[in-house]
């Protein structure tokens, strides 16, 4: 999150150029998402799982062995941000499918909610611990570290003894035809139609800011390494609350009541982390959009995926991921272009504004299946 665009901008690279180590990294869910889904219902998921971690190994150790040398040039920044991100397509294809097999897809947001709490550790202690390696070797020798962690995932995922495939597993389907089951599944679905849909606007509008925040901390603020990896750990606890708020708040307001809220908050968060003055205001800013940021995609994946079938789950998680992904990399690159131009606090202001624009065109979509589904329940 922080060492690659880093290494970027030390190297004397825009912030245009920063942002688009993150479009890289998205673009693979683009590229491979549909082929991926059928890797993950096809062939055994903890497989899948531990290859392709060993395989960013490989990406994150490519950096830090080019810098023995020199600088590494942008392009071999970006290779490596790309390759990881390809081995991210398909781990988190046969995950999606690995959730519904240990808990069950009726308890799908709450098993979301608490695999974002995972993520949270990982991401409150990556970006703390990136600021202070970077200070300390450099960004390219800090992904040393990023390989080692992989590799200790690549261990754990072989220490998982069950079996995480669905019981109705059909293998031996046309690779076409398993990814038409799939998408047919979002389009003909009114409750995956419409969360993919808040999906796709709201990460269009997010992704735009999301893609600046170290150029914001690192040259428009001036913070160090240090504080600029405490900004983004701060964001990233925020991860840790979500399963007990989730758990609270989900069935008392509902999906649909409790999305709004978080986007409409979101929207407001974005704004003041991009017109922060300095160091105390961007960590509280970012760390309340960072909250939203988990509470909306755990409520969103989980509430899509209930009306998926287990053999279809990795199909049609990776395929909803890949949608919303292209929305997050058509806003992370346009907002990467608008940065020089524009300023990265305007991005941010635009940024503001198009996921304001969700509460009025994407959410009275989920609002409209939710009351069709739950005619008597007031909170739906």
């Known amino acids: ?20 180590v993150f479009a890289f990294s998205m673009l693979p869910y683009v590229l491979f998402g549909l082929f991926a889904g059928v890797v993950g219902d096809r062939y055994p998921r903890r497989t899948i799982m531990w290859i392709t971690h060993a395989l960013q190994v490989f990406a994150a150790l490519l950096v830090p062995i080019w810098a023995l040398a020199g600088h590494p040039p942008l392009l071999i920044i970006l290779f490596a941000a790309f390759v990881i991100g390809t081995a991210r397509v398909f ?4 995950v999606f499918g690995a959730i519904a097999a ?33 200070s300390l070797i450099g960004a390219a020798f800090a992904l040393v570290a990023e390989a080692i962690m992989f590799t200790v995932a690549v261990a754990m995922i072989l220490s998982i003894k069950r079996s995480l495939d669905a019981d109705d597993h059909r293998g031996h389907e046309p690779a076409w035809a398993m990814m038409k ?4 599944v979002i389009i003909q679905s009114p409750r995956v139609r419409a969360y993919t849909a808040v999906s796709i606007a709201w990460n269009l509008g997010a992704a735009m800011s999301a893609a600046l ?7 428009v603020l001036g ?17 840790l609350l979500v399963p007990t708020l989730l758990g609270r708040l ?14 409409a908050v979101s929207s407001v968060a974005i704004f003041a982390t ?11 800013s970012n760390a309340v959009r960072s909250l939203t940021d988990y509470t909306i995609l755990s409520v969103v994946i989980g509430e899509r995926q209930k009306g998926v079938p287990d053999r279809l789950q990795a199909r049609v998680g990776i395929s909803g991921r890949m949608i919303a992904v292209m929305a997050m990399t058509i806003g992370a690159a346009l907002g990467s272009v608008l940065a020089d131009p524009l300023g990265v606090r305007m991005v941010f202001v635009i940024s503001a504004v198009i996921v304001g624009l969700v509460l009025v065109t994407a959410l009275p979509i989920v609002w409209r299946v939710e009351r069709a589904s739950h005619p008597n329940n007031p909170t739906a």
Do not use: C, N
């Open 1 to 20: 999150m922080i060492a690659l665009p880093w290494l970027v901008l030390d190297g004397g690279g825009s912030s245009t150029q920063a942002g688009f």
């Open 91 to 94: 781990v988190d294809a046969a």
């Open 102 to 134: 240990i808990i069950g897809r009726q308890h799908f947001s709450q098993g979301q909610a608490t695999l974002s709490a995972a993520w949270a550790v990982g991401y409150l202690a990556g970006p703390a611990l990136g600021g202070v390696l970077i």
């Open 181 to 184: 089951e799939g998408l047919a």
């Open 213 to 219: 925040i170290v150029p914001l901390l690192k040259t």
């Open 223 to 239: 913070l160090g390494s240090t504080p600029s990896g405490i900004v983004l750990a701060a964001g990233a606890a925020m991860g």
């Open 250 to 263: 989900l069935p008392r307001f509902g999906a649909a009541r409790l999305t709004t809220v978080a986007t």
């Open 274 to 284: 991009g017109l922060a003055p300095g160091f105390v205001v961007a960590l509280i």
